[in-house]
C-alpha cells in the first residue's frame, strides 16, 4: 500500500497567517491526490482534488500544488473558521489512504 | 441533492459481526462511474479507508482489513451495505459511507459511532 507521510502532525497559526501542510507519498501518485477538512464531530469536507482543482464552493485562499510524491496545501490568509484537522487522500492505488492529519490551532 | 446516511448498531460485543448500512438518495449506484465507499475514523485518530464498491459490483478492500470485510449494494434500496466480522475494542471508530465517481470524495454521511465493548 502507498503510506502518505503528512507533516506537520499540528501547527499553531493565527488569523491572517500564510499556512502550508505536505504531503509525501511513498511512491509517485501523479497527481491523484485529494485534501479534506474536518472540524470536531463533523464528516470531512472536501477542498481540493486532482492536486490542484479547488472544489466548488471552496475559498480562493485554499491552494493544492505538487505531483508524483511531495503536495502541499496552502492556506493564503487564516480566517478563524479554517482551525480544523487537515487530510490528504491518494486515490492512484489500491488500497486509497490518506494521511495522518494535520491540526491548524490558534496560536 | 445527494446525501447519505449510515445506520446500524452504536454497540457491538468483542467476537461479533458488525453490520452497517448506508442509505443514499440523489444518485443511482447503477450509474457508470459510480462508486461508494466505507471509512473510518477511531476517536481522536486519522481516517482510514476501508472499503469501495462500483456501479458494475467491483469491489476493493483495505489490505489489512479484507479478510475481515465484504461490501455489497442492493440498487434496488439505493443501500450499501458493509460487514465486518470479529468484532476487536480496536474497532471502535465513527464509520462513515461516502460517494466518489472519480476517486476523491464530494459527499459524505455524517457518520456512525460503533463502540466494541464486552
Known amino acids: 500500500a502507498i503510506r502518505i507521510t503528512q507533516s506537520p502532525s499540528s501547527l499553531s497559526a493565527s488569523t491572517g497567517d500564510r499556512v502550508t501542510i505536505t504531503c509525501r507519498a511513498s511512491?509517485?501518485?501523479?497527481?491523484?491526490l485529494a485534501w479534506y477538512q474536518q472540524k470536531p464531530g463533523k464528516a470531512p469536507k472536501l477542498l481540493i482534488y486532482?492536486?490542484?482543482t479547488l472544489q466548488s464552493g471552496v475559498p480562493s485562499r485554499f491552494s493544492g500544488s505538487g505531483s508524483g510524491t511531495d503536495f502541499t496545501l496552502t492556506i493564503s490568509c487564516l480566517q478563524s473558521e479554517d482551525f480544523a484537522t487537515y487530510y490528504c487522500?491518494?486515490?492512484?492505488?489500491?488500497?486509497?489512504?490518506f494521511g495522518q492529519g494535520t491540526k491548524v490551532e490558534i496560536k | 441533492q445527494v446525501t447519505l446516511r449510515e445506520s446500524g448498531p452504536a454497540l457491538v460485543k468483542p467476537t461479533q459481526t458488525l453490520t452497517l448500512t448506508c442509505t443514499f438518495s440523489g444518485f443511482s449506484l447503477s450509474t457508470s462511474g459510480m462508486c461508494v465507499s466505507w471509512i473510518r475514523q477511531p476517536p481522536g485518530k486519522a481516517l482510514e479507508w476501508l472499503a469501495r464498491i462500483d456501479w458494475d459490483d467491483d469491489k476493493y478492500y483495505s489490505t489489512s482489513l479484507k479478510t475481515r470485510l465484504t461490501i455489497s449494494k442492493d440498487t434496488s434500496k439505493n443501500q450499501v451495505v458493509l460487514t465486518m466480522t470479529n468484532m476487536d475494542p480496536v474497532d471502535t471508530a465513527t464509520y462513515y459511507c461516502?460517494?466518489?465517481?472519480?476517486?476523491?470524495?464530494?459527499?459524505w454521511g455524517q457518520g456512525t459511532l460503533v463502540t466494541v465493548s464486552s
Open positions: 486532482a492536486a490542484s
Open positions: 461516502a460517494r466518489t465517481r472519480g476517486g476523491w470524495y464530494a459527499y
Open positions: 511512491q509517485g501518485i501523479s497527481s491523484y
Open positions: 487522500q491518494q486515490y492512484y492505488s489500491y488500497p486509497w489512504t
